[in-house]
């Protein structure tokens, strides 16, 4: 018995140094990683994380690439009706801007560890969530306007504090990001100001619009702070710099000046300056619709998912293509 005794209590000895070893490492990591966030500096791919950070990246990062992928669906619908060429190909080019914002918040997730198939394959599955804005139709060329002002606006509003995100590879893509979506809300911003100026039909479409997004562009900033899990601990960890409420409010405050210009309207009565505060407030908004948009249950859920599962099956042939090419360079790198 104390033959077979000895050798397991070695290497229970053995896998305990392990254990300390393995320990002091997280110890000394965490201190570090500490530092970092104290001193509101970056933390990079091989640096050492705590996995709740990891995993809050992870699920932030891939929800929001999910959501520039998503969102290229509702402005596609209308290239082939855009009314002119010249529209056409800014609209092209915005949604090419779109894919390519998904592409560097994809490269930038991987560097957390996670394959990309893998975040398709939860998106496909209807585990990983996205946007709720991209659940919402769009019935007429003056949404192309709304998406780019109202929608564009949110994204710029939450994603350019995103900039000094604590993660170095999130923070680099939402600078180049947040260039290119300026540009698209100003595109937006030109629709509108041109319907609102043209026949009483057009600034009424450009109205109806403004409508129709106004209230989900709110929503998308998320729940408000008191229903939002995530955003204390976001914070502290300077991923996320201010709170749900605290961009809406922001936003709303552009908006109400914007809109001015615009010579049309923001479908809430009860949008005031609060002196005391400081601050613009909006009236209720319908969460309900938000949990429903979230469960899958919104307007276009099931439409934008069926899209997605049919790009992706008809893009195998892609997939394979370029796998195939890198192992033909790799071979060939490899003989030389
Ligand atoms: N839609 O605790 P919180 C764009 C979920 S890109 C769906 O407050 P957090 C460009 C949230 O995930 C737009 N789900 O969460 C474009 C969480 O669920 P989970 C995308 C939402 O993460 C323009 C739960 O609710 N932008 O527009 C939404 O601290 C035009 C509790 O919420 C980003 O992704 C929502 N709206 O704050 C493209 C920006 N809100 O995961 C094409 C980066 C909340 O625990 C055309 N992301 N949820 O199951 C963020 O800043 C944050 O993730 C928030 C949510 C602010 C979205």
């Given at each position: ?7 397991d209590?070695?290497r ?5 140094s ?14 570090a990683?500490e ?9 990079e791919p ?9 995993k ?8 929001h690439?999910?959501?520039?992928i ?8 209308w290239i082939?009706?855009?009314?002119s ?9 915005k ?19 996670q394959?990309?198939?893998r975040?398709m ?15 919402y139709?769009?019935?007429?060329w003056?949404?192309m ?7 564009d ?5 939450n ?6 995100a604590?993660y170095?590879p999130?923070?680099?893509a939402?600078?180049?990001?947040c260039?290119?979506?300026?540009f698209?809300?100003?595109q ?9 100026n ?11 619009a403004?409508?129709?997004?106004y ?11 008191d229903?939002?899990?995530n955003?204390?601990q976001?914070?502290?960890w ?6 749900n409420?605290e ?5 709303l ?23 005391a505060e400081g601050h613009?407030?909006h009236?209720?908004?319908d969460?309900?619709e938000?949990a429903?948009?979230?469960a899958?249950?919104g ?8 899209r ?9 042939w892609?997939?394979e293509a370029?796998?195939a090419?890198a192992a033909?360079?790799a071979?060939?790198e490899?003989?030389?």
């Amino acid at each position: 018995m104390s033959e077979h005794a000895a050798p397991d209590l070695r290497r229970v000895g053995e896998d305990a140094s392990v254990d300390d070893a393995q320990a002091q490492h997280d110890a000394e990591g965490l201190a570090a990683f500490e530092q970092i966030i104290a001193q509101d500096s970056r933390v990079e791919p091989r640096d050492w994380m705590p996995a709740g950070y990891r995993k809050t990246l992870l699920r932030q990062i891939s929800q929001h690439a999910h959501s520039e992928i998503i969102g290229m669906q509702p402005e596609a619908n209308w290239i082939t009706r855009a009314p002119s060429l010249k529209r056409k190909a800014i609209l092209i080019a915005k949604v090419q801007d779109e894919a390519g914002h998904g592409l560097y918040l994809y490269s930038a997730a991987e560097t957390l560890g996670q394959n990309r198939d893998r975040m398709m394959d939860d998106l496909l599955a209807g585990k990983a969530r996205y946007s709720s804005i991209f659940n919402y139709p769009a019935r007429t060329w003056a949404d192309m306007g709304a998406i780019g002002w109202l929608v564009d606006g949110a994204a710029i509003c939450n994603q350019v504090p995103l900039c000094r995100a604590s993660y170095g590879p999130y923070g680099r893509a939402m600078v180049r990001i947040c260039k290119e979506e300026s540009f698209h809300q100003r595109q937006g911003f030109e629709i509108l100001l041109e319907l609102s100026n043209g026949t009483p039909a057009q600034k009424q479409m450009a109205q109806d619009a403004v409508n129709r997004w106004y209230a989900p562009a709110l929503m998308m900033f998320g729940p408000p702070d008191d229903e939002s899990p995530n955003s204390k601990q976001s914070m502290a960890w300077n991923i996320k710099r201010f709170s749900n409420d605290e961009l809406r409010r922001r936003f709303l405050g552009m908006m109400v000046e914007q809109a001015k210009v615009l010579g049309l309207t923001l479908p809430d009565e009860n949008i005031r300056y609060n002196e005391a505060e400081g601050h613009w407030e909006h009236g209720p908004l319908d969460w309900d619709e938000f949990a429903e948009v979230l469960a899958g249950r919104g307007p276009c859920n099931a439409q934008r998912m069926e899209r997605r599962r049919e790009a992706h099956e008809n893009g195998a042939w892609v997939r394979e293509a370029a796998a195939a090419y890198a192992a033909k360079r790799a071979a060939k790198e490899h003989a030389a």
